[in-house]
């Protein structure tokens, strides 16, 4: 059968790596998304603002090249503010910015831009007498968000989220550039040190495929959970 | 020519990282940029027409192959489509005795190979939903005038598929510049590649990708207002387009 020459354990970690690293940089994304979608309804101008240069200047970069940004420029940034911490406060720490922190904040950075624009159209596509009815019950706006807004919101949102987490998915692959040691990196290095490139590369590309399939049966599920009560 | 050198010279005394010498470097990038994202744009868009036609045909046979290379090169990375055409192109019997291994030694043809493909999956996808789209009425109206079935795609579907292709096919051409970023992991010297190789000679991480992502910025909104353009002129007819 498959002969992959002892990088097998390599390749599992490397998995490993980029499951935990998809899963992580999605709840970043997510969390963003929210956080970008509430400011862009906001009344407030400036909260509007910084969130439209946000979601535009996201989309308008590479992802290579944001992360690149970061992952070098992570580390200076980051020494700059213990420094200035260090001089004002006295307080003394070290964050040590490595590859796996610039890649989920990289990654859910990127798609925290475009969650919002998902998250933004499901929030304006609930029902305004759903909110008003809820108001009219005497619950506070944060109830109103917890119970009708949010739940509602999820149920437009879900086809969107799960086409976003497909495209992140496949954008983990990027920090292999930037020496975190996920599947796509140990199947690059021991394509050069065995000269077997097809043996090593496929069946990775075979596992992205399989990691879709998997979370697609997820999202399905969720997809029935959020249309309860709505039917087809 | 000297005087645009000395303008140039004067522009730039003031910092070290933005010299004529990186500036050409940069330049060279947006050109291997450019070429690399419009040609395999182009090849791309005439595969994914034929592609798609039979991705819509009712004959499985004919449909479910494209169906296949569209679910892989759409399902996996393109930076594992790029690696295994890259170290992949010298396991072709013979290739490295023949003719076009100059060719195939750089890193420029097995990038746009790996684009081009990718490409063409993605906007076979986008033609097929466009091609699925159209109204039944045009197409009974078509046979009733005793179309046969290739005027009737040459006449009313593709030419109203192109159409309403239009604005999803605008995100894959900013989704394509976006991912020619990675042809500098292959050693080529693209925009991001010229970015780098400035990096890693001043160890100054902001000035060089700062610099490229506005470039990159900037031909994001060309590309945006180009479609936008496009659109206004060639859907001008239909109802609800927002002036």
């Known amino acids: 059968m498959l002969d992959l020459q002892g990088y097998g354990p390599r390749l599992i970690e490397g998995a490993g790596v980029t499951v935990q690293l998809a ?3 999605l709840l970043l994304a997510v969390f963003l998304g929210l956080l970008t979608a509430i400011a862009k309804m906001s009344r407030h101008w400036f909260l509007h603002r ?3 240069l946000y979601t535009t200047v996201i989309r308008g970069v590479p992802d290579l090249v944001l992360m690149l940004l970061l992952f070098y420029g992570g580390q200076i940034g980051v020494n700059a503010i213990s420094d200035m911490l260090y001089d004002h406060f006295d ?6 910015f490595d590859a796996f922190a610039a890649g989920v904040l990289t990654i859910g950075f990127i798609f925290g831009a475009y969650m919002g624009e998902t998250f933004r159209g499901a929030f304006m596509a609930v029902d305004n007498g ?12 944060v109830l109103v968000f917890r119970r009708i807004r949010f739940p509602q919101m999820m149920r437009h949102a879900l086809p969107g989220l799960s086409n976003n987490w497909m495209v992140l998915l496949k954008t983990t692959a990027l920090v292999s550039v930037i020496g975190l040691t996920d599947m796509v990196r140990v199947a690059a290095e021991a394509s050069r040190a065995t000269h077997e490139p097809f043996v090593f590369l496929v069946p990775v590309a075979v596992a992205y495929l399989l990691i879709a399939s998997v979370t697609e049966w997820i999202f399905a599920w969720l997809q029935k959970r959020y249309n309860v009560g709505y039917g087809e | 020519m000297v005087d645009v050198n000395a303008w140039l010279n004067d522009l730039l005394a003031g910092n070290k990282i933005f010299t004529p010498a990186t500036m050409a470097h940069y330049w060279e990038g947006l050109v291997t940029t450019t070429q690399l994202v419009f040609v395999s744009l182009i090849i791309g868009l005439v595969l994914a027409v034929p592609l798609a036609i039979m991705r819509s045909s009712k004959r499985k046979w004919i449909s479910l192959p494209v169906y296949a290379y569209t679910y892989v090169f759409r399902g996996t990375p393109l930076l594992i489509q790029l690696y295994i055409i890259y170290y992949g192109v010298v396991f072709f019997d013979g290739i490295q005795e023949s003719f076009l291994w100059p060719i195939f030694r750089e890193a420029f043809y097995p990038a746009l190979i790996a684009f081009t493909l990718n490409t063409a999956a993605y906007t076979t996808e986008i033609f097929r939903g466009a091609i699925k789209a159209t109204s039944k009425g045009e197409i009974e109206a078509a046979r009733a005038y005793g179309m046969s079935e290739s005027l009737l795609m040459r006449r009313i579907v593709i030419p109203s598929a192109f159409r309403r292709a239009l604005p999803a096919y605008g995100n894959e051409v900013i989704f394509m510049l976006h991912a020619s970023a990675i042809a500098s992991v292959v050693t080529l010297m693209d925009l991001t590649g010229a970015a780098r190789y400035v990096y890693s000679r001043f160890y100054t991480p902001f000035e060089p990708f700062l ?13 945006l207002f180009f479609f936008r353009f496009l659109e206004k002129r060639l859907l001008a007819h239909l109802p609800s387009q927002s002036a």
């Open chain 1, 130 to 141: 759903q909110i008003e009815a809820g108001k009219a019950y005497g619950m506070s706006s």
């Open chain 1, 91 to 96: 307080i003394d720490i070290y964050f040590s």
């Open chain 1, 23 to 25: 899963v992580l940089s």
């Open chain 1, 50 to 52: 910084i969130a439209t």
């Open chain 2, 211 to 223: 610099f490229v992502a506005l470039i990159y910025l900037c031909l994001t909104f060309a590309i």
